[in-house]
């Protein structure tokens, strides 16, 4: 399993906007795609120097065949709409991650 990580830091002054258009229609589209099977939203708990508010969104793939296709067909087109919409009010950088193991506490 892959897991594509994006983190945002998003303005205050965009952060209500940018929430609702994130949760209502960005992560559906890229779950359209279908690349990934399912995504994650978390907020980071850390506070920022630089201010706004951070989030986690973790995208979960099959394999990495699955997310190199995502970066080839549709990672710039998805990516064009939040620039245009919230330009300088949000930073992003990504991470993919390799599942190597789950671990379950309590026999889980």
Same mark, same amino acid.
């Given at each position: 399993?892959?897991?594509?990580?994006?983190?945002?830091?998003?303005? @205050?002054?965009?952060?209500?906007?940018?929430?609702?258009?994130?949760?209502?229609?960005?992560?559906?589209?890229?779950?359209?795609?279908?690349?990934?099977?399912?995504?994650?939203?978390?907020?980071?708990?850390?506070?920022?120097?630089?201010?706004?508010?951070?989030?986690?969104?973790?995208?979960?793939? @099959?394999?990495?065949?699955?997310?190199?296709?995502?970066?080839?067909?549709?990672?710039?087109?998805?990516?064009?709409?939040?620039?245009?919409?919230?330009?300088?009010?949000?930073?992003?950088?990504?991470?993919?991650?390799?599942?190597?193991?789950?671990?379950?506490?309590?026999?889980?």
């Amino acid at each position: 399993m892959i897991i594509y990580n994006v983190t945002i830091n998003i303005d @205050e002054s965009a952060h209500d906007q940018w929430l609702n258009w994130l949760q209502t229609k960005h992560i559906d589209e890229v779950l359209a795609t279908g690349c990934f099977y399912k995504a994650k939203l978390s907020k980071v708990l850390v506070e920022e120097e630089m201010g706004g508010t951070t989030y986690s969104v973790q995208y979960f793939a @099959e394999s990495n065949e699955k997310l190199q296709d995502y970066y080839k067909t549709y990672a710039a087109k998805l990516r064009e709409e939040g620039m245009r919409l919230f330009g300088d009010k949000m930073l992003a950088f990504r991470t993919e991650l390799e599942v190597i193991n789950e671990f379950y506490g309590n026999g889980n």
